[in-house]
T-cell receptor
Framework: SAVISQKPSRDICQRGTSLTIQCQVD?????MFWYRQQPGQSLTLIAT?????????ESGFVIDKFPISRPNLTFSTLTVSNMSPEDSSIYLC???????????FGSGTRLTVV | GQSLEQPSEVTAVEGAIVQINCTYQ??????LSWYQQHDGGAPTFLSY????GLEETGRFSSFLSRSDSYGYLLLQELQMKDSASYFC????????????FGKGTKLSVIP
């Protein structure tokens, strides 16, 4: 099955700054997804990143806060902008790399904003 | 919209069988998936059911009843390494590749 490399694995950031998270897939995928997960909680979809078009954001998430790039079919970045402590969470990228909704996830980025 | 209900926690004994239930309310049905996530790890895909019945993959099986809007994940011959959170998930809508996840069930396997 496919492998998604995600980095950084964790970071501690000052409020007001921005962090860019990268995901690299070892095969070409048409869509990539970005999720947020509080420890011990469910996964919440932030946006869908499509190559060649703007990302599609879910309710409650906006491009100015979470800009996404998708320069090719194997790579995507999510930036968490102007961070506040409420942005402290685990951020995960994902892609449909198998049939029947068998999605592969990156290993996650644990972000702490202080 | 889509909503899924799962028990928050389940505890079972090593070697036993455990069933994790998931009931869903969806506008249309496009399949039910299950994912496993160990503490500090990434979710990993376990199974997918689009039709009624039981799908078996080794020690893990997944069942679906569309008429009852209900599914479950069955784990047999439990091992300590099965201690993890288990999430059911459904697509957001017709033709959608995006998934919405249940709140997850934390399974603790005890000796």
């Amino acid at each position: 099955s496919a492998v998604i490399s995600q980095k950084p694995s964790r970071d501690i950031c000052q409020r007001g700054t921005s962090l860019t998270i990268q995901c690299q897939v070892d095969s070409q995928v048409t869509m990539m997804f970005w999720y947020r997960q509080q420890p011990g909680q469910s996964l919440t979809l932030i946006a869908t990143a499509n190559q060649g078009s703007e990302a599609t954001y879910e309710s409650g998430f906006v491009i100015d806060k979470f800009p996404i790039s998708r320069p090719n079919l194997t790579f995507s970045t999510l930036t968490v902008s102007n961070m506040s402590p409420e942005d402290s969470s685990i951020y995960l990228c994902s892609a449909p790399t198998g049939g029947n909704y068998g999605y592969t996830f990156g290993s996650g980025t644990r972000l702490t904003v202080v | 919209g889509q909503s899924l209900e799962q028990p928050s926690e389940v505890t079972a004994v090593e070697g036993a069988i455990v069933q994790i239930n998931c009931t869903y309310q969806t506008s249309g049905f496009y399949g039910l998936s299950w994912y496993q996530q160990h503490d500090g790890g990434a979710p990993t895909f376990l199974s997918y059911n689009a039709l009624d019945g039981l799908e078996e993959t080794g020690r893990f099986s997944s069942f679906l009843s569309r008429s009852d809007s209900y599914g479950y994940l069955l784990l047999q011959e439990l091992q300590m390494k099965d201690s993890a959170s288990y999430f059911c998930a459904v697509p957001l809508g017709a033709g959608s590749y995006q998934l919405t996840f249940g709140k997850g069930t934390k399974l603790s396997v005890i000796p």
